[in-house]
C-alpha cells in the first residue's frame, strides 16, 4: 500500500518570512488530518525557515532544483548537500519549467537526480510530454524516453524509495487538467515500464504524483485512478486552505 503524497510547489513565490507563516498556519491546519504524506517546496531562500516552522510537524520540506556537483565555480547554483543542511529532505528535479525555460535535458536529470540520492534525499522526478507530443499521439514514447534518459542506472531499491511526478506541460498552469482517464492512461503505462526495467516489487513501492491544474475541486476524481498516488501542486498549494482541501481530498 502506498500512502498518497501531497506536494507543493510553490515555484518562485513567498520570501523565507512568508513562507514560515504559511507553515505556521497549514501546521495548525493539517492536526488531524492522517493517511496522507505533506512536503512543501519553496524557494531555495526560504528552506531553511520553512524547515525551523515545521519541526515537529508532518510536514517534510523540498528544494525545487540542485546543481549536481558538490561545489564549485558554478555562479548562482546550489548544491544537493546545501538544501539538505538547510533543511531539505526532497528535490524536485526535471521539472518542465526547468526543461523549457532553463535548458534541462534527461541527462543533467540524471545527474541531479543522483546527487539527490547520494545527499540522502528524495528525488521528485518530473516527466510529462508537451502538447504538440500529445497531438502527435508521442506521449508514451516520450514518458519511455524521459524515464530511460533521466534515471538510467538507478537500482531497483532507490527506484522504490523516489517519487515521479507525470505533469502533461500542457495542463501546468493552465487551468486545464487531464481528465482522470488520461492521467489514469499515462500513470498506468509509467508503472508498466517501472515494472518492466525495475522489477515488480520496485515499482510496486515507486510513488507517481500526477501534476498540472490540480485544485480541491479536482483531486478526489484523480486520486480514485489506481496509479495515482498523490499530486504535485502549484498554484492552488500557495494558499494553505486551498492545499489543506487538496490534502484532505487525497488522505486515505
Ligand atoms: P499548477 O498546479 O499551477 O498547474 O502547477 C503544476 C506544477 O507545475 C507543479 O509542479
Redesign the pocket.
Known amino acids: 500500500m502506498r500512502t498518497p503524497l501531497i506536494a507543493g510547489?510553490f515555484?518562485m513565490f513567498k520570501t523565507a518570512a512568508e513562507t514560515a507563516a504559511y507553515v505556521v498556519e497549514l501546521r495548525g491546519l493539517l492536526r488531524d488530518v492522517n493517511g496522507v504524506e505533506v512536503v512543501i517546496a519553496p524557494p531555495s531562500t526560504s528552506i531553511q525557515a520553512a524547515a525551523v516552522a515545521a519541526e515537529g510537524s508532518p510536514i517534510g520540506v523540498g528544494a525545487q532544483n540542485i546543481h549536481w556537483e558538490r561545489e564549485g565555480a558554478f555562479t548562482g547554483e546550489v548544491s544537493a548537500g546545501m538544501v539538505r543542511a538547510a533543511g531539505a529532505r526532497f528535490v524536485?528535479v526535471g521539472?518542465?519549467?526547468r526543461r523549457t525555460l532553463f535548458g534541462e535535458t534527461n541527462d543533467t536529470v540524471n545527474k541531479k537526480m543522483n546527487a539527490v540520492i547520494a545527499a540522502g534525499m528524495t528525488p521528485i522526478v518530473?516527466i510529462g510530454e508537451t502538447l504538440e507530443q500529445r497531438d502527435r499521439n508521442e506521449t508514451l514514447a516520450v514518458l519511455d524516453r524521459q524515464i530511460t534518459e533521466g534515471l538510467d542506472g538507478v537500482t531497483g531499491e532507490q527506484l522504490a524509495a523516489m517519487v515521479l511526478?507525470y505533469?502533461p506541460v500542457w495542463?501546468?498552469?493552465?487551468g486545464r487538467n487531464a481528465t482522470p482517464a488520461q492521467a489514469g492512461e499515462a500513470h498506468f503505462h509509467i508503472r508498466q515500464r517501472l515494472k518492466q526495467w525495475f522489477g515488480l516489487e520496485s515499482a510496486e513501492h515507486c510513488r507517481i504524483l500526477y501534476?498540472?491544474?490540480?485544485k480541491p475541486d479536482n483531486i478526489a476524481k484523480l486520486i480514485t485512478q489506481p496509479d495515482v498516488d498523490g499530486a504535485?501542486?502549484?498554484?492552488?498549494?500557495l494558499d494553505p486552505k486551498s492545499f489543506l482541501a487538496i490534502i484532505r481530498g487525497a488522505a486515505i
Open positions: 510547489n515555484k524536485i521539472h518542465s519549467e518530473c511526478a505533469e495542463a501546468i498552469g493552465t501534476g498540472g491544474s490540480v504535485l501542486v502549484g498554484g492552488a498549494s
